[in-house]
Protein backbone atom coordinates (compact mmCIF):
# COMPACT_ATOMS: atom_id res chain seq x y z
CA UNK A 1 0.00 0.00 0.00
CA UNK A 2 1.44 3.55 -0.98
CA UNK A 3 1.16 6.09 1.21
CA UNK A 4 1.87 9.46 0.14
CA UNK A 5 2.05 12.85 2.79
CA UNK A 6 1.96 16.19 1.84
CA UNK A 7 3.71 19.41 3.61
CA UNK A 8 4.84 22.54 3.58
CA UNK A 9 1.37 24.92 3.31
CA UNK A 10 -0.15 27.54 5.14
CA UNK A 11 -0.28 31.40 4.38
CA UNK A 12 1.35 32.45 1.83
CA UNK A 13 1.33 36.66 0.83
CA UNK A 14 1.02 37.12 -2.92
CA UNK A 15 4.41 36.89 -4.83
CA UNK A 16 6.16 35.17 -2.09
CA UNK A 17 7.69 31.90 -3.10
CA UNK A 18 6.67 28.55 -1.20
CA UNK A 19 7.79 24.58 -1.41
CA UNK A 20 5.00 21.63 -0.71
CA UNK A 21 6.60 18.29 -0.11
CA UNK A 22 5.02 15.45 -0.72
CA UNK A 23 6.68 12.34 1.32
CA UNK A 24 6.30 8.61 -0.05
CA UNK A 25 5.97 5.10 1.31
CA UNK A 26 5.29 1.57 1.09
CA UNK A 27 5.95 1.23 -2.66
CA UNK A 28 8.92 1.58 -5.18
CA UNK A 29 8.37 5.54 -5.55
CA UNK A 30 11.35 5.82 -7.81
CA UNK A 31 9.13 4.07 -10.08
CA UNK A 32 5.98 5.69 -10.34
CA UNK A 33 4.83 8.26 -12.23
CA UNK A 34 4.10 11.31 -9.41
CA UNK A 35 1.78 14.33 -9.92
CA UNK A 36 0.24 17.55 -7.99
CA UNK A 37 -3.28 18.68 -8.50
CA UNK A 38 -5.04 21.26 -6.55
CA UNK A 39 -8.60 21.91 -5.24
CA UNK A 40 -9.59 25.71 -4.82
CA UNK A 41 -12.85 26.73 -3.23
CA UNK A 42 -15.78 25.58 -4.92
CA UNK A 43 -13.77 24.37 -7.88
CA UNK A 44 -13.16 21.05 -9.04
CA UNK A 45 -10.29 19.22 -8.83
CA UNK A 46 -7.45 20.27 -11.62
CA UNK A 47 -4.18 19.57 -13.11
CA UNK A 48 -1.20 21.25 -12.04
CA UNK A 49 2.12 19.85 -12.44
CA UNK A 50 3.56 15.66 -13.09
CA UNK A 51 6.83 14.37 -13.55
CA UNK A 52 7.67 11.28 -14.97
CA UNK A 53 10.22 8.08 -13.40
CA UNK A 54 11.77 7.37 -16.44
CA UNK A 55 13.25 10.56 -17.56
CA UNK A 56 11.82 13.12 -15.09
CA UNK A 57 10.16 14.75 -18.01
CA UNK A 58 7.78 17.79 -16.62
CA UNK A 59 4.08 18.51 -17.24
CA UNK A 60 2.47 21.70 -16.47
CA UNK A 61 -0.57 23.56 -16.59
CA UNK A 62 -1.18 26.67 -18.29
CA UNK A 63 -1.41 28.42 -15.36
CA UNK A 64 1.36 27.52 -13.66
CA UNK A 65 4.01 26.99 -16.26
CA UNK A 66 6.86 29.40 -15.70
CA UNK A 67 6.07 30.07 -11.70
CA UNK A 68 5.78 26.72 -10.51
CA UNK A 69 8.28 23.77 -10.53
CA UNK A 70 8.12 20.45 -9.81
CA UNK A 71 11.00 17.65 -8.90
CA UNK A 72 11.72 14.33 -6.95
CA UNK A 73 14.43 13.07 -5.36
CA UNK A 74 13.80 9.22 -5.44
CA UNK A 75 16.65 8.87 -2.62
CA UNK A 76 14.21 10.34 -0.28
CA UNK A 77 11.29 9.05 -1.84
CA UNK A 78 9.97 12.69 -1.80
CA UNK A 79 8.48 14.79 -4.43
CA UNK A 80 8.30 18.78 -4.50
CA UNK A 81 6.35 21.34 -5.88
CA UNK A 82 8.22 24.60 -5.69
CA UNK A 83 5.81 27.52 -6.06
CA UNK A 84 7.14 31.21 -7.17
CA UNK A 85 5.26 34.60 -7.79
CA UNK A 86 2.44 32.67 -6.48
CA UNK A 87 -1.27 34.87 -6.77
CA UNK A 88 -4.72 34.67 -5.04
CA UNK A 89 -6.03 32.33 -7.62
CA UNK A 90 -3.43 29.78 -6.57
CA UNK A 91 -5.27 28.90 -3.05
CA UNK A 92 -6.12 25.81 -3.10
CA UNK A 93 -5.43 22.18 -1.04
CA UNK A 94 -2.52 20.26 -3.04
CA UNK A 95 -2.68 16.78 -3.64
CA UNK A 96 -0.08 15.38 -4.28
CA UNK A 97 -1.02 11.79 -6.46
CA UNK A 98 1.14 8.57 -7.63
CA UNK A 99 0.27 5.26 -9.72
CA UNK A 100 2.13 2.48 -11.69
CA UNK A 101 1.36 3.31 -15.29
CA UNK A 102 -0.18 6.50 -16.16
CA UNK A 103 -1.61 7.13 -19.98
CA UNK A 104 -2.00 10.58 -19.45
CA UNK A 105 -0.81 12.81 -16.91
CA UNK A 106 -3.32 15.19 -16.85
CA UNK A 107 -6.33 13.34 -15.37
CA UNK A 108 -6.75 12.78 -12.03
CA UNK A 109 -8.39 9.74 -12.58
CA UNK A 110 -5.85 8.08 -13.58
CA UNK A 111 -3.73 7.84 -10.34
CA UNK A 112 -4.78 5.88 -7.47
CA UNK A 113 -3.04 6.29 -4.58
CA UNK A 114 -3.02 10.40 -3.50
CA UNK A 115 -2.17 11.92 -0.10
CA UNK A 116 -4.38 13.65 1.79
CA UNK A 117 -3.94 17.79 1.03
CA UNK A 118 -1.80 20.71 2.04
CA UNK A 119 -3.73 23.86 2.46
CA UNK A 120 -2.12 26.69 0.41
CA UNK A 121 -3.48 29.94 1.12
CA UNK A 122 -2.29 33.01 -0.46
CA UNK A 123 -3.13 36.73 0.97
CA UNK A 124 -3.42 39.51 -1.32
Known amino acids: QVQLVESGGGLVPAGDSRRLSCKGSGGTFSMYPLAWFRQGPQKEREFVAA????????YYSDSVKGRFTISRDNAKSTMYLQMNSIKPEDTAVYYC?????????????????WGQGTQVTVSS
Open 97 to 113: AAENVVRNVRIGSEYEW
Open 51 to 58: ISWIDDTT
